[in-house]
């Protein structure tokens, strides 16, 4: 894909269109199962800002701050985003669904809880996602699918 996402001579669109397509799905897969840790997070920035850079021939070297590439491109970063949306919705149709898979998402199982620092779970970036709330409040909301719709949508709009 470096030919068309470098290429000079094919609009900047369209290379934009053609990440889209092709190389975001392949980042994408399976993230309705991954737990977004604040590390992760900032590695799947890193990876959407390396691709603009490389779109628009921006050298390593050059002290261009992220701002800027984002300008430049006339884009703005949603890589994560669109990730979260995809988690909220597949969680919305899992604990809707409220078997098996709603037991272990909301952590409602028997057993001893194993020792040091807890996992972080879904549920835990979602709530952050979503913005302020009590997870009691999220887990009456997937009941409602207008209301949990309108809350994604909401979270989309704002942002990471």
């Known amino acids: 894909m470096k030919t068309i996402l470098a ?3 094919i609009s900047i669109e369209t290379r934009k269109r053609a990440l889209q397509c092709y190389i975001e799905p392949v980042l994408m897969y399976g993230c309705e199962a991954l737990t977004i840790s604040k590390q992760i997070q900032n590695k799947l920035e890193a990876t959407e800002m390396w ?4 779109m628009l021939w921006i050298l390593w070297t050059a002290k261009k701050t992220n701002e800027r590439v984002l300008n430049e491109a006339n884009k703005r970063r949603s890589l994560v985003r669109t990730i979260r949306k995809r988690q909220a919705t597949f969680l919305g149709h899992v604990m809707r669904r409220g078997k098996l898979e709603h037991l272990v998402t909301t952590g409602k ?3 001893k809880r194993s020792r040091g620092r807890q996992r972080e ?3 835990d970036g979602l709530v952050t996602w979503l913005g302020p709330g009590k997870v009691s409040d999220i887990l009456a909301a ?3 699918r207008d ?3 309108d809350m994604i949508a909401n979270a989309y709009k ?3």
């Open 142 to 144: 997937f009941k409602d």
């Open 121 to 123: 779970k879904i549920m």
């Open 158 to 160: 704002q942002g990471t």
């Open 109 to 111: 199982f028997e057993g």
């Open 7 to 9: 290429n000079k001579h």
């Open 51 to 54: 691709f603009l850079r490389r």
């Open 147 to 149: 209301l949990w719709r």
